[in-house]
């Protein structure tokens, strides 16, 4: 069993700053796991935002890519995603979620939802213009 709980949500303006953090505990967790953020808006899909591997490879979604940062801290068992530069389309729940890790053409990617088998309960992220 893997439990995830995501901190860090808020109200911000567009052009601001926020850090989510992802706690993981569960007798079944361990470093090995891959790690992801996803974001869902009303009415929209939800889409992979960002994954970081065992290794530390990272994939980025191209609308966040030099904006958000994602970062583990393995010793404490959490998950980072710091979020610059904010934009109001960025507005949406966030996610986190453990997986297996995708590798597409011996290349570290985000996947899709049915790669992680544990999720979080998510974090309202909102950006003002």
């Known amino acids: 069993q893997v439990h995830l709980v995501e901190f860090g949500g808020g109200s911000v303006q567009a052009g601001g700053s926020l850090r989510l953090s992802c706690q993981a505990s569960g007798k079944d967790y361990n470093s090995a796991y891959s790690m992801a953020w996803f974001r869902q808006a009303p009415g929209k899909e939800r889409e992979g935002v960002s994954a970081?591997?065992?290794?530390?490879?990272?994939s980025y979604a191209d609308s966040v890519k030099g904006r958000f940062t994602i970062s583990i801290d393995n010793a404490k068992n959490t998950l980072y995603l710091q979020m610059n530069s904010l934009k109001p389309e960025d507005t949406a729940m966030y996610y986190c979620a453990a997986g297996a890790g995708v590798y597409r053409d011996y290349r570290f990617v985000i996947g899709s939802e049915t790669d992680y088998g544990y999720w979080g309960q998510g974090t309202q992220v909102t950006v003002s213009s």
């Open positions: 970081i591997d065992s290794d530390g490879s990272t």
